[in-house]
């Protein structure tokens, strides 16, 4: 059974127990207790088998059966409890599904990395965390992680590009001299340009919130750059 069918099931049962009296004596509640402890007692404890305390309010409902006056407020504080764990179960799987279900394209392709690896083990580090904050669709951590990823990658390419301060002026100098080709020259524009990664994502103050399209847009231009500054 759907986790939603359970939790509708549950509140409708909640719904139903508080309409009564001090005790689950009304002919119809009780019948409609039984049926849900008999019918999801044992799939409930497989769904809780990590999870004590919503193991034990399962437990609870299951062994109060056997008493002849089913105590109200007990069964609503147990039933409740189980409502929430099982709610917070269903956002977790579509999280998870939404998770899976997404594209496997890569911000940086793994073969990439492993060969960026032997050389700058920073750039393969931030690269896998991009990688992983892409797939869980937080779009501003890709910004910041492709940013650093950024700078460090022109900062590696030469000497006089390292000893500016901030991205800004190392881009601006990237672009004014022959130190890189006109292709990745473009690339570089790109990135600056058409994205908002070299924005100022970072600091307390920041407006900025990058969507999946200013990742995706800086992509390609970022490879590209990559694979010129380590010759790959």
């Known amino acids: 059974m759907e986790l939603i069918k359970f939790i509708d099931n549950t509140e409708d049962l909640i719904n139903l127990i508080s309409k009564g009296g ?3 004596s009304e002919k119809n509640a009780k019948e409609k207790v039984e049926k849900w402890t008999t019918t999801n007692y044992s799939v409930l404890l497989n769904i809780f088998k990590q999870d004590s305390k919503a193991t034990k ?45 997404y594209p496997k394209q890569l911000l940086l392709s793994n073969s990439l990395l492993n060969k960026v690896k032997n050389l700058d083990k920073k750039i393969f580090v931030l690269g896998s965390e991009a990688n992983c904050n892409w ?20 900062d590696r390419k030469h000497p006089d590009i390292k000893a500016k301060d901030g991205l800004r002026d190392k ?24 994205t908002k990664i070299t924005g100022d994502i970072v600091a ?24 010129d500054v380590f010759n790959l």
């Open 57 to 101: 309010s399962v437990k609870y409902l299951a062994n109060s059966m056997s008493n002849q006056r089913l105590l109200k407020k007990k069964w609503l504080k147990n039933l409740r409890i189980i409502v929430k764990k099982l709610k917070t179960q269903q956002i977790a799987r579509r999280k998870f599904k939404q998770i899976t279900k």
């Open 171 to 194: 881009i601006n100098y990237s672009l004014s001299g022959a130190i890189f080709g006109k292709s990745v020259k473009e690339s570089i524009k790109k990135l600056d340009n058409t």
């Open 204 to 227: 307390h103050d920041s407006n900025i919130l990058l969507s999946k399209n200013d990742v995706e847009l800086a992509i390609v231009p970022l490879n590209i750059l990559i694979k």
């Open 135 to 154: 797939q869980a669709r937080c779009w501003n951590a890709c910004g910041i992680l492709m940013r650093i990823i950024l700078e460090r990658t022109l």
């Open 22 to 24: 001090v005790t689950i």
